[in-house]
């Protein structure tokens, strides 16, 4: 029955999901802690907080995006092997995926709020965006384990040399205007407030369809994988 | 000209039996045998269950199928028959059989080989003879023929 | 007990333009131990993989209980694929230990007996907090008999379980398998290369040879089929002429075809006034003799 596969996968994937979900929480804190005993007494608080904006994103990334690369090289091969569909492992995973990056989202929104005024971000549209972020992301990392799997390490390689050379091409132009615009810092606050309070941002939907994308592309490489 | 296989890495011993795995006998035919042998040797007695087929597979590490199939064997010759729910037993009368089912197959069995190996070694008839007469007085066991 | 059946049919499989699997059609009765032999390379663990839809058929269906296996969850439901386990797998799967495997194999096996599990660890004295990149040749077998059996799933299939054994728990796997044979009548399909020791233990027999399905017959009824007949040269030569020969020795004058008759035929007919011997060949040897006369394939399956 197609649903004891969901049921089964839900059982079994969620419990890694949940081990990645507490990863994140610790290293959040363990990064607070650091920035707490290296900053100034004085305003402690206010660097800590601030912080987060860095903190939360970064450990979503490390623990949302990173093992999502090598699903598809390690464990979904032996969900399949023992009689799994890919149907069922794939739509899952895409489960799982959406339910971590909203929980990045959650997360972000929880803490800023929290910290108020000290906080970079803000608002609803904070979240959103790195809600969308961690979605892109992982779904980006997921095609590359999947290539990597179907047709092999330079599948692999391919990909990331792609990828690495498409992220030049936007930091280059980036830079660039920034170097003729002005400073860099006053950019990243004008990208702040423009996300403020904003329902629904272009980056955010950007990022959104970008993944959902990927995950179509990462579906047609997974529909007929075969097990080594 | 021997029954021995070109190499005797088949063989193994199970359990004190030696099977001959190179196929000069079916196992089926093989585990019919042994068991006639132990109502021959008295192992088994008349009206006594012998082994269930899954017993025997287990046993000897064969497939049930296999041993099922010698039982059979012996069920349709009447030297074993089925009780309902309980299992195989020896029929009363197998013994005797089984001897007599021996005494048939004795001549093709051996007869025809002794005799043939004595010609090819042009061995007069008074010389088997003989051979066969020393061969008795030699046999210190008197009461039952030697069943292998 | 199970009335699960297991076929394929015109299952072909192209490998870069190279067909590893050509045209088999089988079926897989219930409740039979089979043996599923061939040389490296033959496609026995391709086509394993494609019966149990873990590897795509290039052309070809296969069905299990009367429904296409591919992405099929209830079909799958009723079979459990015990391949060898990879310790060089790329990235990281070193990671696994033995429980962490045991535990997957129990979500995802609804026929799962854990208290079979426990005994079996036991039996062969696993220690389940090892990493399984860290395991022995032997005890990565071990593992993959542990699943196999566990699962009990109506359809059963082992690939080389034996690989990496010694002869003592080589021989307490066929007792193991005979007796969860004889309590469940599951179907189970053993692949193997180590033909002699296992002959006992299969009902039937498949043997694939070179990508193709050389036979699937009843193992007692193969081995009854083939013969060696030696002699003089002249005098063989003439007893096999309406036979077919698979393979021949020479020695001087002396000759030795491996023959095989057609089912019913008998032997006698052929020897009957000649000065030849002629022997029941093992599975073993009738296999080499059929398959033996080719260049191997290559290393891996």
Known sequence: ?228 | ?148 | MNNINLSCEHVSKDYSGKRVLNDISLTIEPGCIYGLIGRNGAGKTTLLSILTAQNPATLGTVTCAGEPVWENQSALDHICFSRELNPTNAYGNSSYKVKEYLRMASVYYPHWDAAYAKRLIDIFGLDTKKRIAKLSKGMLSMVTIVVALASRSEITILDEPVAGLDVVSRERFYQLLIEDYTETGRTFIVSTHIIEEAANVFEKVIIIDQGRLRLIEDTAELVSRFFAISGKEEEVDAACANLKVHHSDMMGRSKTAYVELQPGDNIKHYIEGRELDAHGLSLQKLFVAMCGDEAPMGEGK
């Open chain 2, 1 to 148: 000209m021997s029954n021995e296989p070109i190499n005797n890495i088949g063989s193994t011993e199970v359990k004190g039996l030696e099977w001959n795995l190179s196929g000069e006998k079916s196992i089926y035919l093989q585990i019919g045998e042994k068991i006639e042998t132990e109502i021959l040797r008295d192992i088994l007695l008349e009206e006594e269950r012998v082994p269930s087929t899954n017993e025997l597979a287990s046993a000897y590490s064969i497939n049930p199928a296999t041993a099922a199939k010698g039982i059979n064997l012996l069920v349709d010759q009447g030297i074993l028959y089925k009780k309902r729910g309980i299992g195989m037993f020896v029929a009363s009368g197998a013994k005797q059989q089984i001897i007599q089912k021996r005494k048939g197959a004795f001549y093709e069995g051996f007869i025809l080989n002794l005799v043939r190996e004595a010609q090819s070694l042009a061995i007069t008839e008074e010389e088997l003879v003989e051979m066969i007469r020393r061969a008795r007085e030699e046999k210190i066991n008197g009461e039952m023929p030697d069943v292998h």
């Open chain 1, 1 to 228: 029955m197609m649903k004891q596969g969901i049921l089964r996968n839900l059982r079994y994937q969620g419990r890694n999901q949940l081990q990645m979900a507490g990863l994140t929480l610790l290293t959040i804190v363990l990064f607070a802690l650091f920035a707490a005993f290296t900053a100034p007494i004085d305003r402690i608080g206010q660097v800590v907080i601030a912080g987060f904006a860095a903190y939360v994103p970064t450990a979503c990334v490390l623990w949302g995006v990173t093992p999502g690369i090598s699903f598809y090289t390690v464990i979904a091969p032996y969900l399949l092997s023992m009689g799994s569909t890919r149907k069922t492992v794939f739509l899952v995973d895409q489960i799982y995926k959406v339910v971590f990056a909203a929980f990045s989202g959650v997360l972000f929104y929880i803490v800023n709020t929290i910290g108020g005024e000290y906080s970079a971000f803000s608002g609803f549209g904070a979240s959103f965006t790195l809600f969308a972020l961690i979605f892109f992301l992982s779904s980006m990392g997921e095609v590359g384990g999947a290539l990597s799997y179907r047709v092999g390490k330079w599948g692999m390689v391919f990909y990331i040399a792609t990828l690495i050379v498409i992220c030049l091409v936007i930091g280059v132009a980036f830079g660039l205007s920034a170097a003729a615009g002005g400073e860099m810092a006053r950019m990243m606050y004008d990208l702040a407030a423009a996300m403020e309070g904003a329902p629904v941002t272009l980056f955010a939907l950007a990022g959104i369809v970008g993944g959902a994308l990927f995950s179509g592309a990462c579906w047609l490489i997974v529909r007929r994988m075969a097990i080594k």
